[in-house]
């Protein structure tokens, strides 16, 4: 994971089968920040949600050494959402993180599994 890049402004990003590599060594924790109804409906299985509106409150309650490598995405394309996401865990202190690149419709274009919520 690149972590000085993100403090110059570059986006460090990975693609979603990197991802799903990483996420199934246990290598990253994946945030959705779509909000919790998106979630709910759709999501990878392993990622866990926190909502761009709470990662404030609740990255450091759910994440708590800073240090552990934190990939962000959000439902499509390289969206705003999931950019604001690596701001707000530079902002808060994390020092590795990164963004999928594409984002959940990238990991389903890619063949990857969902899983949903809802019956």
């Known amino acids: 994971m690149q972590t000085t890049e993100s403090?110059?402004?570059s986006k460090p990003r990975h693609e979603p089968t990197a991802?799903?590599?990483?996420l199934?060594?246990?290598e990253i924790v994946l945030?959705?920040?779509?909000?919790?109804?998106e979630f709910e409906?759709?999501?990878i299985?392993?990622?866990i949600n926190i909502p761009i509106d709470q990662l404030e409150e609740l990255a450091p309650e759910l994440i708590a050494d800073r240090s552990t490598p934190v990939v962000t995405l959000a439902a499509d394309g390289d969206s705003?959402?999931?950019m604001m996401g690596l701001s707000g865990f530079w902002a808060l202190g994390y020092t590795s993180f990164a963004y999928m690149s594409g984002g959940k419709a990238a990991w389903i274009d890619a063949?990857?599994?969902v899983a949903s919520l809802v019956a």
């Open 111 to 113: 063949g990857l599994p």
């Open 41 to 43: 409906v759709q999501h």
């Open 24 to 26: 199934t060594r246990g």
């Open 31 to 37: 945030v959705d920040v779509s909000p919790a109804e």
């Open 80 to 82: 705003p959402y999931a």
């Open 19 to 22: 991802v799903q590599e990483l």
């Open 7 to 9: 403090k110059r402004g």
């Open 45 to 47: 299985p392993g990622s």
